[in-house]
């Protein structure tokens, strides 16, 4: 059974960072997707950066382009997400999830099969 367990999320003042992980168990990774979304209180959840296993292959989200860095250790089996330059609207429930299909929608949440629990971040002005 695939189980994905997020930690390092917080309280930060904005400017500060924060370094999410990820860690990934019960199946083999070499073909997956693993990627980062929030949700914010009232809204929907959204893509914030995936990437893609075995290529590297790497994608991010607009709003988090040059401040957010999403990376892999394969040996280890765990997902981070280095966040820096944060700001209050980054403020949210910050999930990981993994597809096994190879999907080319990395964005779409639909695209993927299992979800972390999630861990909340939270940045103060």
């Known amino acids: 059974q695939v189980q994905l367990v997020e930690s390092g999320g917080g309280l930060v003042q904005a400017g500060g960072s924060l370094r999410l992980s990820c860690a990934a168990s019960g199946r083999t990774f070499s073909s997956s997707v693993m990627g980062w979304f929030r949700q914010a209180p009232g809204k929907e959840r959204e893509f914030v950066a995936a990437?893609?296993?075995?290529?590297?292959?790497?994608y991010y989200a607009n709003s988090v382009k040059g401040r957010f860095t999403i990376s892999r250790d394969m040996a280890e089996n765990t997902v981070y997400l280095q966040m820096n330059s944060l700001k209050p609207e980054d403020t949210a429930v910050y999930y990981c999830?993994?597809?096994?299909?190879?999907?080319?929608?990395?964005?779409?949440?639909?695209?993927?099969?299992?979800w972390g629990q999630g861990t909340q971040v939270t940045v103060s002005s």
């Open positions: 999830a993994a597809d096994f299909g190879g999907t080319l929608y990395v964005s779409d949440s639909s695209s993927y099969d299992y």
């Open positions: 990437i893609r296993w075995s290529r590297g292959s790497i």
